[in-house]
C-alpha cells in the first residue's frame, strides 16, 4: 500500500485547479456525506516510522486500523461494535494507547494494544451507568501527566483520592498494568507539569474553599517545593504551560495587566517575566509548540479569523512556508512525526474540505498523498465561510462567519442562525463545519456568531457575557440576524435559529423572547430551565468560593430567582408561534433529559406544534452513526416541511 504521488509543484497546480472549480449551485447531497463516519481520523505514524496508525469505521463504529510500511500490509485491530474508539496515541514504537467511553457519559477508559492487534491492557477501566445505577466502579481513576518519550513502557498518571480531585503520581506499565509510585501529592495540586525530561517540576494548587491558586515549583527532582506564583482563583489568569529544552526557562500564558492573553517568557528562579513572546490585543494567545527534535519551543498559536501560528524557529518557520507553498489556500497542521523528524504526518484542510493527509519526507521534500478524511465530500461542492465583524447595539464588536450556499446569488436568502455551546470559553472557528455544509447545501445562509462571552477574546470581552443568559448574549444574535437581513443576505420572513447545548439554549431563548423573528426553531440538548443546570441545583451544598464562581458567571439562586425566571425559556412556552424541533440524550450528563422532558410536556400543555427526540444510548450530542443519521434526517424533513430553500434535483 505505497503510492508514490509527484514532487510539490504539481501537487500545487493540482490543488489550486480544484480550488478554481466553477462555482455552480451543487446538488441535493445525501447526509451521510455530511454526518457518515469519516474514512480516516487521527492518522498517527509511530516514533520510528514503521507504522500507520488510524480511526476507521467498521461496525458503523470507529475502530482502529494500523498499516505496516516494512511490510506493507494493513490490519484492523479492534472490533468495537457498540461503542466507538474516541482517540489514540503511539506509546512507543510498537504499542498503541487509545479510549472509549460510554454512552456519551465522558467518562473515557484507557486501553493499550501492540499494533498488531496482541496483548490488549486495559489501564483504565470505563465507568458505566444505566441510569443512575454504576454498573462498574473501576479501583482506580487516573489522569496522564506525561507519555514519558524516553521511557517506552510507562506513563505518568495521577491516581486520584477517591472524588477529591486530588492525585498521587505514579508510573503504570502499559504492558503489565502495575503502577509503581513516584510520588505523594504535596498538597492540594489538581495539575501537574513535568519538564522536558519527564520529571514533575510544577504544580497548580487550589483548594475550592480558598480564593487563591498556587503555582509550586521545584528546581529538580528532589528539591523541595516552593511557591512561585498566588494568584486570585476567580480573576486575572496567570498559567504555565511548559518548559523550554534548557528545562528552566518556563513559558506562561497569563492576562495579567490586560484583557487578552499574551505569552511569556518566565524564570522560576528568579520569580520574574524574561521576555514577552506573543500578545494581540483583539485575540488571546494560545499554546506553545514545542520539537523533541529540535530540544526547544518553536511557536506558539493563536486564532484570529482562521487558526495562525508565529514561528519562532526560522528553520520551522520555511519548512511550513514550503508546506503551505505546495498545499495553498488550505489550513496545514503537523499533527504528528517520527522520533527524528525525517517523516511528518500533514493533515491539510479547509472550510470546504475536511481535510487530506500527506507523509513529508523533511530530508528529500517530497510530500505523499496517504489518505482522504471523506471521500463523498467534494470541495467543488462546498460552501464557503467567510469571516464578519459588526457592532452589536451597544457598540461592542462582535465577529462569527457567514456561510453562503454554493451558486447562488447571496441576495435575500433564508438565513440560519447557529449559535455556538457554551456559553464562557468556546467560540467558533474557520474551518470545515458538517452541519453548516450541510444546511448550505439545503440552500440556507449560515451565520455564527461569536456572542460576548465567547472565548478567545480576551477577559473583557468573556466577562461582557456573564449573568447575560437570554439578555446581552441574546441581544448579540438578535443583532446579527437584523445585520444580515440589512445587508441583504437574508429574507427577514425566512429565519430560522438552530443550537446544541447553550446553543439549543439561545434557540429557545429567541423563540419566547423575540418570536416575531423567527419562522423555526431547532433546540439540540439544550437547556430550557436554568434552575435544572447542576450548577444551580448543587449551588445551596457549595462553598462560598463556588458559589461566588457560579454567582459572577451565571447567577445566584438564593438572590437572583426572578432573573433565573425570566430568562428559562420554559417559563414562556406560550410565546412561541412556530413550529420547533427539540431533541436530548438519556444518558447526558450536562444538560440532563429532564430538561426535555419538562420541555416536551410544557409545549403539549400549550399545544404547540413540535417535535420531540430522546435517545436512549446517547449524551450530550449523538455520536453513534445511525442516530447522528437519524436527528438530521428529521432536521431535513422538518426544514424542507417549514422553511423550505429551492435547490437543485439530484
Same mark, same amino acid.
Given at each position: 500500500?505505497?503510492?508514490?504521488?509527484?514532487?510539490?509543484?504539481?501537487?500545487?497546480?493540482?490543488?489550486?485547479?480544484?480550488?478554481?472549480?466553477?462555482?455552480?449551485?451543487?446538488?441535493?447531497?445525501?447526509?451521510?456525506?455530511?454526518?457518515?463516519?469519516?474514512?480516516?481520523?487521527?492518522?498517527?505514524?509511530?516514533?520510528?516510522?514503521?507504522?500507520?496508525?488510524?480511526?476507521?469505521?467498521?461496525?458503523?463504529?470507529?475502530?482502529?486500523?494500523?498499516?505496516?510500511?516494512?511490510?506493507?500490509?494493513?490490519?484492523?485491530?479492534? $472490533?468495537?461494535?457498540?461503542?466507538?474508539?474516541?482517540?489514540?496515541?503511539?506509546?512507543?514504537?510498537?504499542?498503541?494507547?487509545?479510549?472509549?467511553?460510554?454512552?456519551?457519559?465522558?467518562?473515557?477508559?484507557?486501553?493499550?494494544?501492540?499494533?498488531?492487534?496482541?496483548?490488549?491492557?486495559?489501564?483504565?477501566?470505563?465507568?458505566?451507568?444505566? %441510569?443512575? =445505577?454504576?454498573?462498574?466502579?473501576?479501583?482506580?481513576?487516573?489522569?496522564?501527566?506525561?507519555?514519558?518519550?524516553?521511557?517506552?513502557?510507562?506513563?505518568?498518571?495521577?491516581?486520584?483520592?477517591?472524588?477529591?480531585?486530588?492525585?498521587?503520581?505514579?508510573?503504570?506499565?502499559?504492558?503489565?498494568?502495575?503502577?509503581?509510585?513516584?510520588?505523594?501529592? !504535596?498538597?492540594?495540586?489538581?495539575?501537574?507539569?513535568?519538564?522536558?525530561?519527564?520529571?514533575?517540576?510544577?504544580?497548580?494548587?487550589?483548594?475550592?474553599?480558598?480564593?487563591?491558586?498556587?503555582?509550586?515549583?521545584?528546581?529538580?527532582?528532589?528539591?523541595?517545593?516552593?511557591?512561585?506564583?498566588?494568584?486570585?482563583?476567580?480573576?486575572?489568569?496567570?498559567?504555565?504551560?511548559?518548559?523550554?529544552?534548557?528545562?528552566?526557562?518556563?513559558?506562561?500564558?497569563?492576562?495579567?495587566?490586560?484583557?487578552?492573553?499574551?505569552?511569556?517568557?518566565?524564570?522560576?528562579?528568579?520569580?520574574?517575566?524574561?521576555?514577552?513572546?506573543?500578545?494581540?490585543?483583539?485575540?488571546?494567545? %494560545?499554546?506553545?509548540?514545542?520539537?523533541?527534535?529540535?530540544?526547544?519551543?518553536? *511557536?506558539?498559536?493563536?486564532?484570529?479569523?482562521?487558526?495562525?501560528?508565529?514561528?519562532?524557529?526560522?528553520?520551522?518557520?520555511?519548512?511550513?512556508?514550503?508546506?503551505?507553498?505546495?498545499?495553498?489556500?488550505?489550513?496545514?497542521?503537523?499533527?504528528?512525526?517520527?522520533?527524528?523528524?525525517?517523516?511528518?504526518?500533514?493533515?491539510?484542510?479547509?472550510?470546504?474540505?475536511?481535510?487530506?493527509?500527506?507523509?513529508?519526507? =523533511? @530530508?528529500?521534500?517530497?510530500?505523499?498523498?496517504?489518505?482522504?478524511?471523506?471521500?463523498?465530500?467534494?470541495?467543488?461542492?462546498?460552501?464557503?465561510?467567510?469571516?464578519?465583524?459588526?457592532?452589536?447595539?451597544? %457598540?461592542?464588536?462582535?465577529?462569527?462567519?457567514?456561510?453562503?450556499?454554493?451558486?447562488?446569488?447571496?441576495?435575500?436568502?433564508?438565513?440560519?442562525?447557529?449559535?455556538? *455551546?457554551?456559553?464562557?470559553? !468556546?467560540?467558533?472557528?474557520?474551518?470545515?463545519?458538517?452541519?453548516?455544509?450541510?444546511?448550505?447545501?439545503?440552500?440556507?445562509?449560515?451565520?455564527?456568531?461569536?456572542?460576548?462571552?465567547?472565548?478567545?477574546?480576551?477577559?473583557?470581552?468573556?466577562?461582557?457575557?456573564?449573568?447575560?443568559?437570554?439578555?446581552?448574549?441574546? $441581544?448579540?444574535?438578535?443583532?446579527?440576524?437584523?445585520?444580515?437581513?440589512?445587508?441583504?443576505? @437574508?429574507?427577514?420572513?425566512? /429565519?430560522?435559529?438552530?443550537?446544541?447545548?447553550?446553543?439549543?439554549?439561545?434557540?429557545?431563548?429567541?423563540?419566547?423572547?423575540?418570536?416575531?423573528?423567527?419562522?423555526?426553531?431547532?433546540?439540540? /440538548?439544550?437547556?430550557?430551565?436554568?434552575?435544572?443546570?447542576?450548577?444551580?441545583?448543587?449551588?445551596? %451544598?457549595?462553598?462560598?468560593?463556588?458559589?461566588?464562581?457560579?454567582?459572577?458567571?451565571?447567577?445566584?439562586?438564593?438572590?437572583?430567582? @426572578?432573573?433565573?425566571?425570566? =430568562?428559562?425559556?420554559?417559563?414562556?412556552?406560550?410565546?412561541?408561534?412556530?413550529?420547533?424541533?427539540?431533541?436530548?440524550?438519556?444518558?447526558?450528563?450536562?444538560? =440532563?433529559?429532564?430538561?426535555?422532558?419538562?420541555?416536551?410536556?410544557?409545549?403539549?400543555?400549550?399545544?404547540?406544534?413540535?417535535?420531540?427526540?430522546?435517545?436512549?444510548?446517547?449524551?450530550?450530542?449523538?455520536?453513534?452513526?445511525?442516530?447522528?443519521?437519524?436527528?438530521?434526517?428529521?432536521?431535513?424533513?422538518?426544514?424542507?416541511?417549514?422553511?423550505?430553500?429551492?435547490?437543485?434535483? !439530484?
Amino acid at each position: 500500500m505505497k503510492v508514490c504521488f509527484p514532487r510539490f509543484l504539481f501537487l500545487s497546480a493540482l490543488i489550486l485547479t480544484a480550488a478554481r472549480a466553477a462555482a455552480t449551485q451543487p446538488p441535493e447531497l445525501p447526509l451521510e456525506v455530511f454526518f457518515g463516519n469519516s474514512q480516516i481520523t487521527q492518522l498517527r505514524i509511530s516514533p520510528a516510522g514503521r507504522y500507520l496508525a488510524m480511526l476507521q469505521p467498521a461496525n458503523d463504529r470507529m475502530n482502529i486500523t494500523v498499516i505496516d510500511r516494512e511490510k506493507g500490509t494493513k490490519k484492523r485491530i479492534t $472490533d468495537m461494535k457498540e461503542e466507538n474508539v474516541t482517540g489514540l496515541f503511539w506509546l512507543n514504537d510498537d504499542r498503541l494507547g487509545f479510549n472509549q467511553q460510554y454512552k456519551g457519559q465522558e467518562s473515557t477508559g484507557l486501553y493499550a494494544v501492540n499494533a498488531d492487534g496482541t496483548k490488549l491492557s486495559v489501564l483504565q477501566q470505563l465507568v458505566a451507568r444505566e %441510569g443512575e =445505577t454504576v454498573v462498574n466502579a473501576p479501583p482506580k481513576q487516573f489522569a496522564v501527566i506525561d507519555d514519558l518519550p524516553d521511557d517506552p513502557n510507562h506513563l505518568l498518571v495521577a491516581v486520584y483520592r477517591g472524588s477529591s480531585g486530588l492525585g498521587d503520581l505514579f508510573r503504570i506499565n502499559v504492558y503489565t498494568e502495575k503502577l509503581s509510585k513516584v510520588m505523594n501529592n !504535596p498538597g492540594k495540586v489538581r495539575q501537574w507539569i513535568t519538564d522536558r525530561a519527564g520529571t514533575v517540576r510544577l504544580g497548580i494548587s487550589y483548594d475550592e474553599t480558598e480564593e487563591v491558586s498556587e503555582v509550586i515549583y521545584r528546581r529538580d527532582g528532589k528539591s523541595e517545593w516552593v511557591t512561585i506564583k498566588t494568584t486570585p482563583a476567580d480573576g486575572e489568569n496567570w498559567e504555565p504551560l511548559g518548559f523550554d529544552g534548557d528545562n528552566r526557562t518556563l513559558y506562561v500564558r497569563s492576562n495579567e495587566g490586560r484583557s487578552t492573553s499574551a505569552i511569556y517568557t518566565y524564570d522560576p528562579e528568579q520569580r520574574k517575566i524574561t521576555g514577552t513572546v506573543f500578545a494581540h490585543d483583539t485575540y488571546d494567545a %494560545g499554546g506553545i509548540i514545542y520539537s523533541r527534535h529540535l530540544k526547544k519551543v518553536i *511557536g506558539v498559536s493563536y486564532e484570529a479569523e482562521k487558526p495562525k501560528i508565529v514561528w519562532l524557529d526560522p528553520e520551522r518557520r520555511r519548512l511550513a512556508a514550503d508546506i503551505d507553498g505546495a498545499l495553498p489556500n488550505m489550513q496545514n497542521t503537523i499533527v504528528s512525526a517520527t522520533r527524528d523528524y525525517s517523516l511528518v504526518i500533514i493533515h491539510s484542510s479547509s472550510d470546504r474540505d475536511p481535510g487530506t493527509y500527506f507523509l513529508l519526507d =523533511t @530530508a528529500k521534500l517530497e510530500l505523499t498523498e496517504l489518505l482522504r478524511v471523506s471521500e463523498p465530500v467534494k470541495p467543488a461542492q462546498m460552501a464557503e465561510m467567510h469571516p464578519v465583524e459588526f457592532p452589536a447595539r451597544d %457598540g461592542l464588536p462582535l465577529h462569527g462567519y457567514l456561510t453562503l450556499p454554493a451558486g447562488r446569488e447571496p441576495k435575500n436568502l433564508p438565513l440560519i442562525i447557529h449559535p455556538h *455551546g457554551g456559553p464562557f470559553g !468556546p467560540r467558533d472557528s474557520w474551518g470545515f463545519n458538517p452541519e453548516v455544509q450541510f444546511l448550505a447545501n439545503r440552500g440556507y445562509a449560515v451565520l455564527q456568531i461569536n456572542y460576548r462571552g465567547s472565548g478567545g477574546y480576551g477577559r473583557n470581552f468573556e466577562e461582557a457575557g456573564y449573568r447575560q443568559w437570554g439578555l446581552k448574549m441574546q $441581544d448579540d444574535l438578535t443583532d446579527g440576524v437584523r445585520w444580515a437581513i440589512a445587508q441583504g443576505y @437574508a429574507d427577514p420572513g425566512r /429565519v430560522g435559529i438552530y443550537g446544541a447545548s447553550y446553543g439549543g439554549y439561545a434557540a429557545l431563548a429567541g423563540l419566547v423572547y423575540t418570536p416575531e423573528l423567527y419562522k423555526v426553531g431547532i433546540n439540540y /440538548v439544550g437547556v430550557s430551565d436554568i434552575n435544572r443546570l447542576g450548577i444551580m441545583l448543587s449551588f445551596r %451544598g457549595a462553598n462560598k468560593v463556588r458559589r461566588d464562581y457560579v454567582a459572577r458567571r451565571w447567577l445566584n439562586p438564593d438572590v437572583d430567582g @426572578a432573573q433565573i425566571k425570566a =430568562t428559562s425559556p420554559m417559563n414562556f412556552v406560550e410565546n412561541i408561534r412556530v413550529p420547533s424541533l427539540h431533541a436530548y440524550g438519556t444518558y447526558d450528563p450536562r444538560v =440532563t433529559k429532564d430538561q426535555g422532558q419538562v420541555l416536551r410536556d410544557r409545549l403539549k400543555k400549550y399545544g404547540k406544534n413540535f417535535k420531540y427526540i430522546e435517545v436512549e444510548n446517547e449524551g450530550h450530542g449523538f455520536g453513534k452513526f445511525e442516530n447522528r443519521i437519524s436527528f438530521y434526517r428529521e432536521m431535513d424533513a422538518f426544514l424542507k416541511q417549514y422553511m423550505p430553500a429551492e435547490i437543485t434535483a !439530484p
